[in-house]
C-alpha cells in the first residue's frame, strides 16, 4: 500500500466549486472531488502553519499546550512511526518555516526530504544593497509591519520576498513548480514498490500571490488601474470594491495555478493506474480571509470559517468510495491517526484524533464537538451547526504560558529575557514522564482577543457568521463540552483561568451569567463613567493605554480626559481616539504602531 499526501497553505474552501465558489477556474479540484470524498465538515485544530503541522504530525492539539514551535522531544510523530515500522516516508516541500528556528524537527521525522527555496521571505539568496520595492495597496502597512519586525529582532520577510522574486523569472524556477516536480519524480521512481508515504506540501496559495502571468490572465482587473498588490496585510479592511477584487484575483490566480500542478498528481495516478492502491489525501492547513468580515488575513480576527472551515479530500483504495460527500464532523487530528491504519501500524494512545476509514466508508461520526484556536487566543468549539467562540475572562488575556522543551518562536529562539524565570512543570499525559519548560507568555501581545468577547453563531442559518446569538443557555452547553476536551487533551490549568471555566466545578447558567457581569465591571476605565462609548471606541481607548508605557499610562489617560472638554454629548467616537493619538508627542514609528493596532482595536467582529 502507498500513501500521498498533496498539502496547500491558506487554501480558502469557499472558492472552491465543490464548497460553492462559482468564479475560480480550477478544473482539476472539480476533477479531485470526482475521484475522492469530499469532506463537508472538516475544521482546523491549532493554527497557524506549524501548529497545524504537529498536529499532523502527533494526532492531538497543539494550541492549548503552547505557540508556534517544532516537533518536541516526547512527540509521537507519524511519518517517523511509519518510518520505523517499514514505510519509507518521503517530503517534497517549499514550505520555508520547516528551515526556520520554529520547524526545524519536522522534516527530519521523514526517511528523506528535498526542499524548494525562494517562498515569501525565505532569506535564500544574499544582496546587500537593499531591492527596489514597487508601491502597492498596503505600502504604508507594510513600511509598518517592516519597523515592527525590525524592532523586534525578526528578518525583514518582505524584503527577502523582494529579492528572491529576481531569481523566479520563469515558472519552471517557481518554487511551486520545483516543488511538484520533485513529488512526480517520486512518484515516477518509486511506482512499483509498495510501503511508502509521499507528503507534497507547498506554500501556496499563501500570501504573497505570487503566480505566472498564464494565470493572471485568467482573471483581468477590468476596474482597476492601481498598482500590482498581491501581499495584503493582517489588518482590516480600508480598500474600495475594486481594490478588495484586485487583490482577490491575485489569490484566484495562485489557486489556478495549483489547481494545474494538482492535476500533475492526478494525470500520474491515472496513467499508472495508482488507484488501486494508493491512499490520497488533498488537505491544507487552514483558510484565509480575503475582504470577508471586513479583514485581511488570519491571527488577528476572531477565527471566522474562512479560516477554520477547511477543504480535506481523501480516496481510500480499500473503500473505493469516490464522488460522495461526508456532513460528519473531522478535523487535522484525524490525519495522523488515519495514515497509521491505512498502513495497519498501531495508533499510538496519545492521539487523540481519529481514524476516518468509518467516516469514508457510510459518514459513521468520529466526534459530536471539535475545538480550534490560535495559542492565547478565543478557545473556539464547533458540533457543525453552532459555532462557540470564547474570549478570555477579562482583558489581561491571563495567566498564559508555553509548555516546552523547545524554546523556539517562529524564526528565532526565544530570547533570554524570557527564560529568566522559567519553572519546571510536572509532565503532562502525553510528554511521556518528560517535565516541560514553563515559560510565561508576555502580555502585550501581537492583539487582545478579549476586545471582541465570546460569539455564538448557529451556522445552519447562519454560514457566513453575520448574526451573533444571545443565548446564555447554548453558550453554557458549548463551554461544557469545551471543559470535557480540555480535560481530555490534559490542558494547562491556567487555561481554565484565562478562560474563566472553573477547572473543580460545573459550569453552570447562574455562573456563566455572575462571570458576564464582572467581566462588564473589570472593564471599566477609572474617570470614564459619565462617557458613552462609540462601538470599538472603548477597546481603542483601552488598547493606547495597555499598548503605552506603564509609566506614562496615567498621565495619557488625564490628557485624554482634557481633550474631551469639546465633547457636548458625552459620546466618544473612533475619531475622538485616533485624533488624540496622532497628538502624542511620540516618534513617527510608535505613531505608525500605534495607528496600527488601534485600526484593530477598533474592530469588535
Known amino acids: ?77 507519524m511519518p517517523e512511526i511509519l518510518k520505523k515500522n517499514g514505510i519509507y516516508t518521503h517530503m517534497v516541500s517549499d514550505h520555508q518555516h520547516y528551515w526556520e528556528d520554529g520547524g526545524c524537527t ?10 524548494a527555496r525562494g517562498q515569501e521571505g525565505d532569506q535564500w539568496k544574499g544582496q546587500v544593497r537593499e531591492p527596489e520595492v514597487p508601491d502597492t495597496l498596503f505600502s504604508e502597512k507594510t513600511k509598518f509591519m517592516t519597523s515592527l519586525m525590525k524592532k523586534m529582532g525578526v528578518t525583514n520577510i518582505h524584503r527577502h520576498d523582494d529579492i528572491n522574486r529576481q531569481y523566479l523569472d520563469t515558472e519552471d524556477k517557481m518554487p511551486q513548480a520545483v516543488t511538484f516536480k520533485n513529488g512526480l519524480a517520486f512518484m515516477e521512481t518509486n511506482r ?52 478588495i477584487n484586485h487583490v482577490r484575483n491575485q489569490y484566484k490566480a495562485l489557486l489556478s495555478m495549483c489547481d494545474d500542478y494538482l492535476g500533475l498528481v492526478l494525470d500520474m495516478m491515472d496513467k499508472y493506474d495508482m488507484w488501486k492502491d494508493t491512499m490520497l489525501i488533498v488537505n491544507t492547513d487552514h483558510g484565509f480571509l480575503l475582504g470577508e468580515h471586513d479583514w485581511w488575513g488570519k491571527g488577528v480576527m476572531p477565527i471566522y470559517n474562512e479560516i477554520a472551515h477547511t477543504p480535506f479530500f ?62 492565547g487566543s478565543h478557545i473556539n468549539i464547533t458540533d ?56 510565561e507568555v508576555k502580555k502585550g501581545g501581537f492583539v487582545n482577543p478579549a476586545q471582541y468577547g465570546s460569539k455564538l453563531f448557529d451556522l445552519s442559518k447562519d ?33 481554565y483561568v484565562r478562560m474563566g471555566i472553573p477547572e473543580d466545578r460545573d459550569y453552570t447558567l447562574d455562573y456563566h451569567r455572575q462571570l458576564k457581569k464582572e467581566i462588564q465591571e473589570s472593564e471599566a476605565i477609572p474617570g470614564m463613567e459619565h462617557y458613552t462609548f462609540e462601538l470599538g471606541a472603548y477597546n481603542q481607548l483601552y488598547t493606547l493605554l495597555n499598548t503605552s508605557p506603564e509609566n506614562r499610562r496615567e498621565k495619557i489617560l488625564e490628557d485624554f480626559k482634557r481633550s474631551l472638554d469639546r465633547i457636548s454629548n458625552k459620546n466618544i467616537t473612533q475619531e475622538d481616539i485616533m485624533v488624540f493619538a496622532n497628538k502624542l508627542p511620540i516618534s513617527s514609528e510608535e505613531k505608525a504602531m500605534t495607528g496600527y493596532f488601534l485600526g484593530i482595536a477598533g474592530r469588535h467582529k
Not at 519536522?106 to 526542499?115: F, K, L, N
Not at 512499483?192 to 509521499?198: I, K, T
Not at 453552532?386 to 498564559?400: F, I, Q
Request: with cysteine; proline share 9%; charged share 25%.
Open 463 to 495: 454560514p457566513n457568521q453575520t448574526i451573533e446569538l444571545d443565548n446564555d443557555a447554548l453558550e453554557v452547553t458549548c463551554v461544557q463540552a469545551m471543559k470535557k476536551i480540555m480535560q481530555a487533551n490534559d490542558a494547562p490549568p491556567e487555561q
Open 192 to 243: 512499483d514498490d509498495d510501503n511508502w508515504f509521499l507528503q507534497i506540501e507547498t506554500f501556496d496559495p499563501h500570501e504573497p500571490f505570487f503566480a505566472p502571468e498564464r494565470f493572471k490572465d485568467l482573471y483581468p482587473d477590468v476596474d482597476y488601474d492601481g498598482p500590482l498588490t498581491d501581499w495584503p496585510p493582517y489588518a482590516p479592511v480600508d480598500q474600495g470594491p475594486h481594490e
Open 384 to 439: 457543525g451547526k453552532y459555532l462557540y467562540m470564547r474570549g478570555p475572562a477579562d482583558r489581561s488575556n491571563a495567566p498564559l504560558y508555553d509548555y516546552t522543551l523547545m524554546p523556539t518562536h517562529m524564526r528565532s529562539m526565544f530570547h533570554v529575557n524570557e527564560l529568566q524565570n522559567i519553572e519546571l512543570e510536572e509532565p503532562f499525559d502525553f510528554t511521556k514522564g518528560c517535565r516541560t519548560m514553563k515559560i
Open 1 to 77: 500500500m502507498k500513501a500521498i499526501m498533496l498539502m496547500y497553505d491558506s487554501l480558502n474552501r469557499h472558492y472552491l466549486p465543490c464548497y460553492g465558489g462559482s468564479d475560480v477556474k480550477v478544473p482539476n479540484f472539480e476533477r479531485l472531488a470526482k475521484k475522492t470524498v469530499t469532506f463537508d465538515n472538516c475544521y482546523a485544530g491549532s493554527l497557524p502553519c506549524m501548529p497545524a503541522r504537529r498536529e499532523l504530525h502527533t494526532g492531538r492539539y497543539n494550541f492549548l499546550h503552547r505557540s508556534w514551535g517544532p516537533v518536541e522531544p516526547y512527540d509521537d510523530s
Open 314 to 375: 481523501v480516496w481510500d483504495p480499500r473503500l473505493q468510495v469516490k464522488n460522495e460527500h461526508r456532513s460528519s464532523l473531522v478535523q487535522t487530528i484525524d490525519i495522523a491517526p488515519t495514515l497509521l491504519d491505512f498502513f495497519d501500524v498501531k495508533i499510538p494512545d496519545s492521539m487523540m484524533g481519529k481514524p476516518l476509514k468509518g467516516v469514508i466508508a457510510d459518514d459513521s461520526p468520529v466526534r459530536q464537538y471539535g475545538l480550534f484556536g490560535f495559542h
Open 106 to 115: 519536522y522534516h527530519t521525522r521523514y526517511s528523506s526530504w528535498e526542499i
